[in-house]
């Protein structure tokens, strides 16, 4: 019994060197790849090649866009009043949210926004 307790004596500073070692590479491991991955991806976001080309504003990747976000988005590109608003789904199975805005007091436009905020169709 006591050689047992003698061999987990001698164990316990180098379990505690490991552990450490071990805490060391993760620290490094998580903070220099996101870096690396981040500086390999290039720019966030680049300047358009003619003065009419649209960009999409940075919205956040990864979650859906529900029916009152996609009007905001719609009022914020085309700066109208919405008429009306419905969620469809798409041939391929994605949400996508129709909506129907005035334009300068006399026009109607539909804008179809996806499920991630990206306008597909202006008309």
Known sequence: MEQQVDNSRQTHPRWRQVCARL????????????????????????TPTNANAFMQPNRPAGRFVNLNQAIRIAQEESGGQVLSAKSVRGPDGSQRHRIRVLVDGERVTTVVVDQRGRLLRRR
């Not at 220099?32 to 290039?42: E, Y």
């Open 23 to 46: 805490l060391v590479v993760l620290g490094v491991v998580f903070t220099v790849v996101p870096t690396l991955a981040v500086a390999a991806r290039g720019p966030g976001i680049q």
